[in-house]
């Protein structure tokens, strides 16, 4: 059964710097999002991308965050600057919105630590 | 008013039970309805979407009232494998985004 891939299943950084979350979501799918879960919480959206373009973001999708398509596989979220609470559980996801109710899959997720 | 609102629990029931759990939604728009289910520090995995008019998938039945921002999930026969956190999902009125509830967490006992 096809699944959503993402590296590193663990990335820790240090305040400041830059990381990339790298996803591969399902083949056929063409809407791709991020969500992010803070230990204890629930599971927030960032932003969701459909044609190569941001289609929604969150407040929490500020400037410090991107996403890009860099090729036909993968689709990545920059933090540029990482800050201490940016330490979450990141998961990719994809859908197809030709199915009924574009039901959304999710990766495994990265856990980002920000030292 | 939270937009997807669940009991936290923990559900403590015995291998066999019936459990039920409920959510309510704030946002009258929202368009589609879902179950997932998340396991300690994994991702969450769709159970089943939820029709307007109910559905059922083996043990597990869910049910959609609209009129009051209502959705269940009934699980017979509990196995310990359905230890987990349940969570509520609702899509926006013209979005996919999803919006989580905070998840009901499920412990099956032998």
Redesign the interface.
């Known amino acids: 059964e096809p699944e959503v891939t993402q590296t590193p299943s663990h990335q820790v950084t240090q305040m400041g710097q830059e990381v990339i979350l790298r996803c591969v979501p399902i083949s056929n799918h063409l809407?791709f999002?991020w969500?992010r879960q803070i230990l204890g919480?629930?599971?927030?959206?960032l932003v969701?991308f459909y044609n190569n373009e941001i289609?929604?973001k969150?407040e929490i999708f500020d400037d410090q965050f991107s996403v890009e398509r860099p090729d036909g596989s993968n689709f990545t979220l920059k933090i540029r600057s990482t800050k201490l609470e940016d330490s979450a559980?990141y998961?990719c996801?994809s859908?197809d919105?030709g199915a009924?109710?574009?039901?959304?899959?999710?990766?495994?997720?990265t856990?980002l630590t920000v030292l | 008013r939270k937009e997807v609102e669940q009991d936290p629990g923990p559900f403590n029931v015995p291998e066999g039970a019936t459990v039920a759990f409920n959510c309510t939604y704030s946002n009258s728009a929202s368009q589609?309805f879902?179950w997932y289910r998340?396991d300690c520090?994994?991702?969450?995995?769709?159970l089943m979407?939820v029709y307007s008019s109910g559905n059922e998938d083996g043990r597990f039945t869910a049910q959609l009232n609209r009129a009051s921002q209502y959705i269940s999930l009934l699980i017979r026969d509990s196995k310990l494998s359905d230890s987990a956190t349940y969570?509520c999902v609702v899509t926006g009125d013209s979005?996919?985004?999803?919006?989580?509830?905070?998840?009901t967490r499920l412990l099956v006992r032998p």
């Open positions: 809407y999002y969500y919480q629930k599971v927030e959206f969701s289609s929604e969150s559980m998961f996801a859908s919105p009924s109710y574009n039901e959304q899959f999710f990766g495994p997720g856990r | 589609s879902f998340q520090r994994k991702e969450p995995k769709l979407s969570l979005s996919y985004k999803l919006i989580f509830g905070s998840g």
